[in-house]
């Protein structure tokens, strides 16, 4: 039965970018076709947290090898950052309670106030905001007889 699993395999390129912020050794023994094959993905990565710096060395003539052990060198702190596994993108789901257009439509309306002042509100009081337009609409949806459970 232990032979029907499947063993998880390592990503090579996670293990560098691991390697980057907890082992010198790893960054230092790396093959140069390895760094020129994982640079343009470490750098994307790094680039979250670090943009400026990774768009530097951003360019096709870099020293691969020099380019990763200055990272490791500028980086190391003996593990790695939880941002590293941060995802680029997010998956967005819709939840029965968010605000709808038609609710900030009705909420500016029913308090007569501009796209300007409610941006303002959003900016400097987003949740409170958000509560009292969530209010209005189940509000409303009370008087007009609806329900708030779908």
């Known amino acids: 039965m232990a032979e029907d699993k499947k063993e998880k395999k390592s990503n090579p390129l996670f293990e560098l970018i691991n390697a980057i912020f907890s082992s010198r ?5 790396i093959t140069p076709e390895t760094a020129n094959q994982s640079l343009f993905m470490v750098l994307r990565r790094l680039a979250i947290k670090y943009p400026v710096e990774a768009n530097v060395f951003n360019d096709s003539k870099v020293n691969a090898i020099d380019v990763i052990r200055f990272w490791s060198d500028y980086l190391y702190c003996g593990y790695p950052p939880k941002w590293i596994y941060t995802s680029v993108t997010s998956k967005k789901t819709k939840s029965k309670d968010e605000i709808t257009k038609e609710d ?29 337009v969530k209010e209005l609409r189940d509000y409303f949806k009370k008087l007009k007889g609806g ?3 779908e």
Request: charge should be negative; proline fraction near 3%.
């Open 25 to 29: 050794e790893y960054v230092y023994n």
């Open 104 to 132: 900030i439509k009705l909420y500016k309306s029913h308090f007569n106030i501009t796209d300007k002042q409610y941006e303002d509100a959003m900016r400097f009081y987003p949740k409170e905001l958000i509560d009292e």
């Open 147 to 149: 329900s708030n459970e």
